[in-house]
C-alpha cells in the first residue's frame, strides 16, 4: 500500500514517518512521499499514484477538506485518512467518506486500524460529496487536474454537458451541472441566463439592446465591458437585487 504524507508541519511529517515504519511490521507500505500544502500535494499525486493519503486539515492556503474534493479528479483517487489536533472536523470529514479520522499526536494502533481498513477497501470507488465553501474550482486538462481560483473567474456558461468556464485570460471546460455551482456558490455568482452565471463582483451594470429581429432584451454589463444577454426570467430578479447598478 502506497501513503502520501501532506502537512504543514515538518514535525508531524516526522512523526507519521516514524509510525508508518512501526506499522510496517505488521501492514505491507511504503512512504511514496510527502508535500508541506495542498498545492504541492495535488501537483505530486498527478505523477505517483497513492492508494492512502495522510492528510492533515488546517493548512494554509488550502485546507485538507477541500484538497480531498480535488483529489477526487485524478485517474485514481486515493482513499483519505485526516490526521488532525482538531476534532471540530469530524462530521465534515466523515460525510467526505473518509476512512478515519486521527486526532494529534496519532498513536500507532489507531494509524494502523485505520490503513488496516483502507487496505480492505482497495479497489472500491470514493464517491465524495460536494465539499462547501471550496476555494477553487478542479478541472481536467490533458490529463492533469488544474485549480481554478474562484476569484479570477468572471462567468461560467453551459452547452450540453460542458460547462465553459471564463477568466480574464483562459477558458476553460469544466463537465457538470450549472445548478449545482450555482447552489454551492451562491455569494459569489448569479444567474442572468438559465445557461450562465456571472461572478458578482464583475457586474459593472445593465442596458437594454436589439437582438437580430429587432426586439428590446437587457444586457448584463461586464468589466472591462463585455456584454452578456440576460433572460427575461431572470431580468425581474436581476432588477430588484441590483438596483444600485
Known amino acids: 500500500m502506497r501513503i502520501f504524507l501532506v502537512d504543514d508541519e515538518a514535525p508531524a511529517r516526522t512523526r507519521l514517518r516514524t509510525l508508518l515504519e512501526d506499522c510496517a511490521a505488521s501492514l505491507s507500505l511504503t512512504c511514496l512521499g510527502e508535500a ?39 485517474s485514481h483517487p486515493p482513499m483519505i485518512i485526516f490526521t488532525t489536533a482538531y476534532d471540530e472536523y469530524a462530521v465534515q470529514a466523515f460525510e467526505l467518506a473518509a476512512i478515519d479520522y486521527l486526532l494529534k499526536p496519532v498513536r500507532q494502533e489507531r494509524l494502523l486500524a485505520a490503513l488496516q481498513r483502507a487496505q480492505e477497501r482497495q479497489g472500491r470507488p470514493q464517491n465524495l460529496p460536494a465539499a462547501p465553501e471550496r476555494r477553487f474550482l478542479s478541472v481536467t486538462e490533458r490529463g492533469k487536474v488544474r485549480l481554478i481560483p474562484l476569484d479570477q473567474i468572471r462567468y461560467m456558461k453551459a ?17 457538470g451541472a450549472l445548478t449545482q455551482l450555482e447552489q454551492e456558490f451562491t455569494s459569489r455568482f448569479v444567474r442572468i441566463h438559465r445557461n450562465c452565471l456571472v461572478a458578482t463582483k464583475e457586474l459593472a451594470g445593465f442596458e437594454k439592446g436589439t437582438d437580430e429581429e429587432g426586439e428590446t432584451h437587457w444586457l448584463a454589463v461586464l468589466q472591462p465591458g463585455d456584454r452578456l444577454p440576460v433572460s427575461r426570467r431572470q431580468w425581474h430578479v436581476l432588477r430588484d437585487r441590483f438596483r444600485h447598478l
Open 159 to 175: 452547452e450540453l454537458k460542458y460547462i465553459t468556464i471564463v477568466t480574464s485570460d483562459k477558458e476553460y471546460l469544466l463537465e
Open 36 to 74: 508541506e500544502n495542498g498545492f504541492a500535494a495535488l501537483e505530486a499525486l498527478q505523477h505517483h499514484h497513492a492508494d492512502v493519503v495522510l492528510l492533515d486539515i488546517r493548512m494554509p492556503e488550502m485546507d485538507g477538506l477541500e484538497l480531498a474534493q480535488h483529489l477526487q479528479q485524478l
